[in-house]
């Protein structure tokens, strides 16, 4: 499967963005799916999951209550919800996915994940 992530840009503090991850083939109800920033000069971070099925979501807490992740598998799409952005929410953001056959499946280890798209931008002002 192929990733593509889009859906970053430049925002103020407080707004919101809504990232997408399109994947090709057609087996993509079959992956769960992680959604990965990196900041400059910092490590990768997990920041939520989602089941294949869409019925399970993860987040870290740094992130909870402000990203919602949800999924569309007849369109091929994860999407990811940031609200009440915040400046150190700033890097590139990655979508990720891994074929289970596990729904509730998930993981926060970028080297779970078999699947990368190639990073989208957010950078958030103050």
């Not at 925002?11 to 991850?21: E, I, K, M, T």
């Not at 910092?42 to 294949?52: A, N, Q």
Request: charged content about 20%; aromatic content about 14%; some cysteine.
């Amino acid at each position: 499967v192929q990733l593509q992530a889009s859906g970053g840009g430049l925002v103020q503090a407080g707004s919101s963005l809504r990232l997408s991850c399109l994947a090709s083939g057609r087996t993509f109800s079959t992956y769960a799916v992680g959604w990965f920033r990196q900041a400059p000069g910092k490590e990768r971070e997990f920041v939520g999951g989602i089941s294949f099925s869409g019925v399970s979501t993860y987040y870290p807490d740094s992130v909870k209550g402000r990203f919602t992740i949800s999924r569309d598998n007849a369109n091929n799409t994860v999407y990811l919800q940031m609200n009440s952005l915040k400046p150190e929410d700033t890097a590139l953001y990655y979508c990720a996915a891994r074929q289970t056959r596990v729904d509730r499946w998930y993981s926060d280890e970028e080297s779970d994940y078999n699947y990368w798209g190639q990073g989208t931008q957010v950078t958030v002002s103050s």
